[in-house]
């Protein structure tokens, strides 16, 4: 069955009330029998960096999706190439950062469990147990995926969405993945933490339409805010993606986008769809203690966690993180 149809079966299954949370390719007891420490081992090295770097909690995370949306969440973005035409070598993962987490949470697990724990799996853990760490939402994450093989740079610009992209194209990226508007816009609040930079926004704010204009779905005085801050030809400082808030994990992104603050087009067009606009106004209002925010992020991780898996005899498990066996 393929993966799109085993996730609408477990939200129909869902929603009518029956409790099979997780379809069974992956294993949320994967490893219990064989490394029974395994998930301790890596929430102690990853709480051990986070908490020294609040920051890399937004990058181990947005890795994981990166992970997750090229050649699915097999640990591609991972590999490295002498060529630099990896993944990682692609323009929207020049950002991303905290390899070394995954790096010693592998290392330790290989002390205790050699070759048994798939690169996949360590990132997946890492990124939630990372997000934990600062307080965000804890998510159960099913075990058992295995490492790919493979690792190209244009895959991955041909997968990851762009920040440019208007709501129909991130609804068909995302559906190409088994993900639904739902887990788009729960999903997009990922944005709730960490940083972008000027280089990103600035066509927006300067001749967005060749005539010296912004974007006119952007709040003007957001637009004066940002030109302060990033002048037409700074493409360095840095940014919060969710201003005031970049280091708290809540709702606090949805309050900004339904402001017409968002800081992406990406983020913006969450309010040109019905189901996107209703989620995006409704979390936006709602107190805290009354939001659905965390058990949607979840759910939603959860299911980002099973795009086109490897299981069984597929793939292998890696023995370094960054390199095939
Ligand atoms: C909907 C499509 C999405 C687009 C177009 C998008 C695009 C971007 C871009 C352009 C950045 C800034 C990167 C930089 O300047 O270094 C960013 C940052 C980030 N994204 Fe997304 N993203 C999307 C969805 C997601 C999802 C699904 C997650 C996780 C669930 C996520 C998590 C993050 C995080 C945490 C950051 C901050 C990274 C940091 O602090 O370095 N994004 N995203």
Redesign the pocket.
């Known amino acids: 069955m393929a993966i799109k149809n085993i996730l609408a079966l477990v939200v129909l299954l869902s929603v009518v009330g029956v409790s099979v949370a997780i379809p069974q390719l992956l294993d949320l007891d994967y490893y219990r029998s064989k490394c029974p420490k395994a998930e301790e081992i890596v929430r102690g090295v990853t709480v051990q960096y986070v908490s020294r770097q609040k920051?890399l909690a937004?990058?181990l995370?947005?890795m994981h999706?990166h992970d997750c949306f090229v050649r699915g969440c097999d640990g591609s973005v991972l590999l490295k190439s002498a060529k630099n035409d990896a993944e990682r070598d692609a323009v929207?993962n020049l950002?991303?950062?905290g390899y070394e987490v995954v790096d010693a949470a592998k290392t330790a697990l290989e002390r205790k469990c050699p070759n048994l724990i798939s690169c996949a799996d360590v990132l997946a853990l890492v990124a939630r147990d990372a997000v934990a760490v600062i307080g965000g939402p804890w998510w159960p994450v099913p075990l058992g995926r295995r490492d790919g093989r493979i690792s190209k740079l244009n895959d991955a610009l041909l997968n990851l969405?762009?920040?440019f992209?208007d709501i129909k194209t991130?609804k068909k990226?995302?559906a190409n993945k088994g993900l639904n508007a739902k887990d788009?816009v729960v999903?997009?609040g990922?944005?709730t933490?960490?940083?972008?930079?000027c280089?990103?926004v600035n066509s927006r704010l300067y001749n967005f339409t060749g005539k010296g204009d912004s974007d006119p779905s952007m709040n003007p005085s957001y637009v004066r805010e940002l030109k302060r801050k990033c002048p037409p030809t700074d493409f360095r400082t840095s940014l919060n993606?969710d201003p005031g808030s970049a280091l708290t994990f809540d709702t606090h992104y949805f309050k900004v986008v339904a402001q017409k603050k968002g800081l992406?087009t990406?983020d913006s067009t969450l309010l040109d769809d019905i189901e996107t606009k209703n989620y995006v106004q409704t979390q936006a209002i709602l107190p805290p203690v009354f939001s659905s925010f965390n058990k949607d992020f979840s759910d939603s991780?959860v299911k980002?966690g099973f795009v086109q898996i490897l299981t069984g005899k597929n793939g292998e498990i890696r023995k370094r993180c960054a390199f095939p066996n």
């Not at 933490?193 to 930079?197: K, P, Q």
């Open positions: 920051t937004a990058k995370l947005r999706f929207p950002t991303l950062k969405p762009s920040p992209a991130l990226n995302f788009l999903l997009s990922g944005h933490i960490g940083i972008s930079s280089a990103l993606m992406f990406s991780m980002l």
